[in-house]
């Protein structure tokens, strides 16, 4: 099966730096992965996703790294601002039509202004 | 237009007694899901259906029964609710059964059993 470690459990940042959240992963053959943002009392937004045929993903502000050899990922936030302040959770499908989601336990991420 | 909606936000409920959420997708989605969020916000996947058919059932105690009238509804009923079953019960949907251009989630429904 999978399962979906997290390097650290809280990040605390300064307004204006960049922010790294660390993702692992244990299955090989994973194939798809999300970054999830959670913000108090919402569902999770989807923010970026990365195939595993690729190895850096950007989007605005965002971008994702994945590494297969060490089966982890990555998402970095540019200039971070306030309102990037929510629990982030890395996701992974397996390559098995029927395996569903599994998210990573979360980071919570507190931007210092 | 809310993607997919959940009713109700809230619920606060008796041990024992039974309750359902309702959950809705009005983006032609073919799969749809409910996951269990518990106190320290760990997402942990229940139920998947696909155009109605259940296609996941993990380890849930059988006091938990989802139906799926059509696959733009999946509703989700709880018979003799217990202390533990306290959590946010989010649903999702997919394109497809594969998932694979992720999932969509709900606001969430907060279920607080005493």
């Known amino acids: 099966g999978e399962s979906v470690g997290l390097h650290l459990p809280t990040l605390s940042v300064q307004e204006g730096d960049n922010s790294i959240i660390n993702c692992a992963y244990s299955?090989?053959?994973?194939?798809?992965f999300i970054w999830y943002k959670q913000e108090s009392g919402k569902g999770p937004q989807f923010i970026i996703d990365?195939?595993?045929?690729?190895d850096k993903r950007q989007g605005q502000r965002v971008t994702v790294l994945l590494n297969k050899t060490v089966k982890h990922l990555s998402l970095q936030i540019a200039a971070t601002q306030p309102g990037d302040s929510a629990v982030y959770f890395c996701?992974?499908?397996?390559?098995?039509?029927?395996?569903?989601?599994?998210f990573g336990k979360g980071t919570r991420l507190s931007v210092i202004a | 237009d809310t993607a997919v909606s959940q009713t109700p936000k809230y619920l606060v409920t008796q041990m024992g007694n039974d309750k359902s959420i309702k959950c809705e997708q009005n983006?032609?989605?073919?799969?749809m899901y409910w996951y269990k969020q518990d106190s320290k916000k760990f997402l942990k996947i229940m139920f998947s259906?696909?155009?109605?058919?259940?296609?996941i059932n993990e380890t849930v105690p059988n006091r938990f029964s989802p139906k799926s009238p059509d696959k733009a509804h999946l509703n989700l009923h709880i018979n003799s609710l217990e202390l533990g079953d306290s959590a946010v019960y989010f649903c999702?949907?997919?394109?497809?059964?594969?998932?694979?251009?992720?999932?969509?989630f709900g606001s969430g429904t907060r279920l607080t059993v005493v």
């Open positions: 996701a992974v499908l397996g390559p098995s039509g029927n395996t569903p989601l599994v």
């Open positions: 999702a949907s997919s394109q497809d059964q594969r998932g694979g251009y992720g999932y969509t």
């Open positions: 990365i195939r595993s045929n690729m």
């Open positions: 259906y696909n155009n109605k058919e259940l296609i």
């Open positions: 299955n090989s053959a994973s194939d798809y």
């Open positions: 983006l032609g989605h073919d799969t």
